[in-house]
């Protein structure tokens, strides 16, 4: 099973930008599929963005033209770069690793999470 450690959050004024990052430990990180969740106090956790192995990607459409994934095979790092951000986006974004490489928008669907980082954006 892969370690992720995401790092990268913390606290940006609305219209700000963020970036996040996932690093990966202990599995062939090229054939994993990578996804970024989120959850918002008392709220359910929600899908945010997914790319896979191809390089193909996915985005809920709250996020969709604000947010962009992108993955470094070589330093084994999954990235989220957040632009434009909302007060609505503040929440606890975590990291997820699919045990194949096709994309995937349920949680279900990933077998490895990250501990998450804290994302608050101020309006």
């Known amino acids: 099973q892969v370690q992720l450690v995401e790092s990268g959050g913390g606290l940006v004024q609305a219209g700000g930008s963020l970036r996040l990052s996932c690093s990966a430990s202990?599995?062939?990180?090229?054939?994993?599929?990578m996804g970024w969740f989120r959850q918002a106090p008392g709220k359910e956790r929600e899908f945010v963005a997914v790319?896979?192995?191809?390089?193909?990607?996915y985005y809920a459409d709250s996020v969709k033209g604000r947010f962009t994934i992108s993955r470094d095979n070589a330093k084994n790092t999954v990235y989220l770069q957040m632009n434009s951000l909302k007060p609505e986006d503040t929440a606890v974004y975590y990291c997820?690793?699919?045990?194949?490489?096709?994309?995937?928008?349920?949680?279900?669907?990933?077998?490895?999470w990250g501990q998450g980082t804290q994302v608050t954006v101020s309006s």
């Open positions: 790319i896979g192995w191809s390089l193909s990607t």
């Open positions: 997820a690793a699919r045990d194949s490489a096709g994309i995937a928008i349920t949680e279900g669907d990933f077998r490895s």
């Open positions: 202990g599995g062939i990180f090229s054939t994993y599929a």
